[in-house]
């Protein structure tokens, strides 16, 4: 059974997750489709909705505070912060924290990223490093865990390219995307097969049964959402009976300004969600 539940750093977004907790852009190609990324801060409250299996878990909790900022004419830069805790039973609890600092390229050319862990009051290695896209390949350094150096398929895409093209295929009214992603998790050289279904769009006038800040904010009501899981695969793992259980799943609302909500993390034998508790629009300085 997993010790924790961190979600993939985009950090997350997907910084986790990084993931997907907050907007970016990519490449200019892609950054009319989707229109600019909103500048601000989310807390997102972690709570276990369901375990399953033989590795079943008693009770977890936790929260996430991801901060975004930049522009495209200075890159973008996330900060991201995850406390959490799992109680395995019989009084058996793993509190961890993860901590992840990146900076993208608007352009997708450049990622820089820094993952701290700490699990029970132990400190794992970081994971520290900078990815260069040079032509059709990428090429890593890592500076921690160890040093290497090591290249990717020029096809593999940053976090924030990975937000950027759900955004434009979902306003393309298509429903799958299939992408290969690398962000710094793990040991700092996994790269994730990723498969996006992206739902129906939801406008921002239809009613909702679970509001959060985001949707009672004057700035996001005007605003297009989509439904969206994507699921995580381990692209050196070999598939069983012809089909591959991903290594987790993640489920949210995607507003077309990047910010997420109503966050569903599937570690196949629990299941988290994350209620965003607070949203802070933050000031941001526009291309001169």
């Not at 909103?38 to 399953?52: C, F, G, I, P």
């Not at 865990?145 to 398929?153: C, G, I, R, S």
Request: aromatic residues 8%.
């Amino acid at each position: 059974m997993a010790s924790s539940f961190p979600i993939p750093v985009r950090a997350l977004v997907f910084s986790a997750a990084a993931t997907l907790l907050s907007g970016f852009t990519s490449g200019p190609a892609l950054a009319g489709a989707s229109g600019p990324f909103l500048a601000h801060q989310a807390l997102y409250e972690l709570k276990l909705v369901k375990s399953r299996g033989s590795n079943a878990i008693s009770g977890a909790r936790g929260r996430i505070l991801y901060n975004f900022s930049g522009s495209a004419c200075e890159g973008y830069t996330s900060e991201f912060r995850q406390v959490s805790e799992l109680d395995s039973g019989e009084g058996r609890l793993t509190l961890s924290d993860l901590r992840s600092h990146s900076w993208e390229d608007a352009a997708g050319k450049s990622y820089r990223f820094k993952i701290d862990t700490r699990m029970n009051d132990t400190d794992s290695a970081p994971v520290n490093g900078v990815a260069e896209r040079v032509g059709d390949r990428i090429t890593v350094k890592l500076k921690q865990p160890v040093a290497k150096t090591f290249e990717l398929d020029g096809k593999v895409v940053f976090p924030t390219e990975q937000i950027q093209h759900i955004i434009a295929a979902a306003r393309a009214g298509k429903s799958v995307l299939e992408l290969m992603v690398y962000d710094g998790s793990d040991n700092g050289e996994k790269v994730y097969n990723t498969l996006s279904v992206i739902g129906k769009p939801i406008p921002g006038t239809q009613s909702i049964a679970t509001p959060d800040p985001s949707t009672a904010n004057d700035q996001m009501k005007a605003l297009t959402r989509w439904p969206v899981t994507v699921s995580y695969y381990d692209r050196d793992a070999k598939a069983k009976d012809g089909e591959q259980t991903p290594v987790y799943a993640m489920s949210f609302e995607l507003f077309e300004n990047g910010v997420s909500r109503a966050l569903v993390l599937d570690y196949n034998d629990f299941v988290i969600a994350g209620a965003m508790g607070r949203f802070d629009v933050r000031d941001s300085k526009p291309c001169k």
